[in-house]
């Protein structure tokens, strides 16, 4: 399982989605939503819906599902995954996590993945380069 704004698409997102395909046999990806995004980021350019749908064109992905709105955390306890693959920028939600995995009596394991070039391919500077270019 993996978790992810996903609103501008890169190669560091497909790093993330190859390493997910490595780690396990069905690759479940949880799209943050809007209001979360809004929150704690910039207001993203894609809808979540539409964030969702491209996801769902991408081979590496089994299935593609919205975050709770309520609740980060429910996703987990009803998808019970193996294994959630933490992007190395990803700290929103991750204080609670292994917390949260005990308290649901699951033994998922969690693991933090190395960066892919993120001089080149973080979100954020992908953003910053298309708002110059306007």
Known sequence: MIFGTFDILHQGH?????AAR?????????????????????????????????LECISLIDEVVLGCKKNPYKIIKNKQPDIILLGYDQKVFVDQLKEKLKEFGLSTKVKRLP???????????????MEKSM
């Not at 069905?26 to 704690?40: E, G, L, N, S, W």
């Not at 960066?115 to 380069?129: A, E, G, H, V």
Request: glycine share 2%; net charge positive.
């Open 14 to 18: 497909l790093s993330v989605f190859k």
């Open 22 to 54: 490595r780690a396990g046999d069905h690759v479940i990806t949880v799209v943050a939503r809007d209001t979360t995004v809004k929150k704690h980021k910039q207001h993203p350019i894609h809808t979540e819906l539409e964030r969702k749908r491209m």
């Open 115 to 129: 960066s892919y070039k993120p001089k080149t391919y973080k979100s954020n500077k992908i953003r910053q380069k």
